[in-house]
C-alpha cells in the first residue's frame, strides 16, 4: 500500500498539483460600485433613431422584393398596415397584397414569403389581391406601391 493514503490496488501515489490561491468570494466579482444603474422606474427605451423600423428596410430592398415576388409568381407587389401608414416599429411585421399568376400553388407562395423573411429579416403575410373578396378589397384601398 502507498504511504500516500491511494487505495491499495494503485501502486503510485496520484500527483499533487499546487493550485494558484483563490480569490476570497468578493474579490473576484466586478466592481459594481462604479456602474451607473439607473433608478428603478427611470430607464429609457432606446431612441427611436436606433431601432430598425420594417417599412425602412422594405424602401432600401424594394428592387429585390419586387424581383423574388416575380420569380415565384406574383406581381403588382403593394405594401399594407403599419409598414404602409409608417407606424411600424421593430417588432412589426411586413404585410403584402399582391396579384398571382393562376399557376401558383401554395408551395410557390410559401417560398415566397419565406425568402422574403430572410431577406428582410422581418416576418412577411402575404395576401394574394382578389376581385371578388371584400377585406381583400379594404386591403387594396389601404395599399401603397412598393
Given amino acids: 500500500m502507498p504511504s500516500c493514503g491511494a487505495p491499495a490496488r494503485t501502486s ?21 460600485s462604479r456602474v451607473a444603474t439607473p433608478e428603478p422606474g427611470t430607464a429609457r427605451a432606446s431612441p ?5 423600423r420594417p417599412s425602412i428596410v422594405l424602401e432600401y430592398l424594394a428592387d429585390d ?8 409568381g406574383l406581381s403588382d407587389v403593394r405594401v399594407f398596415g403599419s409598414a404602409a401608414r409608417g407606424s411600424d416599429d421593430e417588432r412589426s411585421d411586413i404585410d403584402l397584397l399582391a396579384a398571382a ?13 419565406g425568402r422574403a423573411e430572410e431577406l428582410l429579416g422581418f416576418p412577411v403575410d402575404v395576401v394574394i389581391d382578389s376581385p371578388d373578396d371584400d377585406v381583400v378589397a379594404a386591403i387594396r384601398r389601404e395599399a401603397v406601391p412598393l
Fill in 12 to 32: 503510485r501515489c496520484p500527483r499533487r498539483r499546487s493550485r494558484p490561491p483563490r480569490p476570497a468570494p468578493a474579490e473576484h466579482r466586478r466592481d459594481r
Fill in 48 to 52: 427611436p433613431a436606433a431601432r430598425l
Fill in 65 to 72: 422584393v419586387r424581383q423574388l415576388a416575380a420569380d415565384h
Fill in 101 to 113: 399568376d393562376p399557376s401558383i400553388d401554395f408551395l410557390r407562395l410559401a417560398a415566397f414569403r
